[in-house]
């Protein structure tokens, strides 16, 4: 039966190919962070001629009242009719403003709670949203109020199923002078 002899090491053998595969790892990561790319655009591509808009959430809200049965031709015509008189009173068009923030307050009768009139007006939402293409795309949120305090005036919202939308435009231009404390 043969022997097998075991080899005695000093442990200085491996320490040469630690060595060795430590500069590899080092010289990999140096080329790897020297690689650069270049990118020609196709010969058909325009370059950007102006800046994305950078839109500014206007404080100043108001108060759009909205049909408890509203559809597209009934309501959204309505509703965007309010929205589209706010921007042009303000001095602005549609390529400048347009809603950014719309809260919904749903009312309730006296033997219901806030909660019914919101969880009516979250109900609500994407009916509003299908009735204007001005609301497609707009955060809204919801609450339940009888009234609500709207650019400093009490705007009724009234019992259940009556709907008040409390609208905020963002606007593309010079920075708004507006005080948004009150």
Same mark, same amino acid.
């Given at each position: 039966?043969?022997?097998?002899?075991?080899?005695?090491?000093?442990?200085?053998?491996?320490?040469?190919?630690?060595?060795? *595969?430590? &500069? %590899?790892?080092?010289?990999?990561? #140096?080329?790897?962070?020297?690689i650069v790319t270049?990118?020609?655009?196709?010969?058909?591509?325009?370059?950007? =001629?102006?800046?994305?808009? =950078?839109?500014?959430?206007?404080?100043?809200? &108001?108060?759009?009242?909205?049909?408890?049965?509203?559809?597209?031709?009934? #309501?959204?015509?309505?509703?965007?009719?309010?929205?589209?008189d706010e921007i042009?009173?303000? /001095?602005?068009?549609?390529?400048?403003?347009?809603?950014? %923030?719309?809260?919904?307050?749903?009312? &309730?009768? /006296?033997?219901?709670?806030?909660?019914q009139g919101d969880?009516?007006?979250?109900?609500?939402?994407?009916?509003?949203? !299908?009735?204007?293409?001005?609301?497609?795309?707009?955060?809204?949120?919801? #609450?339940?109020?009888?009234?609500? !305090?709207?650019?400093? *005036?009490?705007?009724?919202?009234?019992?259940?199923?009556? $709907?008040?939308?409390?609208? $905020? %435009?963002? &606007?593309?231009?010079?920075?708004? *002078?507006?005080?948004? +404390? +009150?």
């Amino acid at each position: 039966m043969p022997r097998f002899r075991r080899r005695h090491s000093s442990g200085d053998e491996g320490i040469g190919w630690i060595y060795a *595969d430590l &500069f %590899l790892a080092m010289t990999v990561v #140096g080329l790897g962070s020297s690689i650069v790319t270049v990118s020609n655009p196709s010969p058909g591509a325009a370059a950007p =001629t102006t800046a994305p808009k =950078t839109f500014q959430l206007s404080c100043s809200e &108001f108060p759009v009242r909205v049909p408890g049965n509203i559809q597209a031709r009934n #309501g959204g015509e309505r509703i965007e009719k309010a929205i589209n008189d706010e921007i042009a009173d303000r /001095g602005w068009n549609a390529e400048v403003a347009k809603p950014g %923030l719309v809260l919904v307050m749903g009312g &309730f009768a /006296g033997s219901e709670t806030p909660g019914q009139g919101d969880g009516r007006a979250k109900a609500l939402l994407p009916t509003l949203r !299908r009735a204007s293409p001005l609301l497609e795309r707009v955060e809204m949120r919801t #609450g339940g109020a009888r009234s609500v !305090r709207v650019d400093g *005036d009490n705007v009724s919202v009234g019992g259940a199923g009556s $709907y008040v939308m409390i609208v $905020y %435009l963002l &606007f593309s231009g010079p920075p708004l *002078d507006e005080d948004c +404390t +009150t």
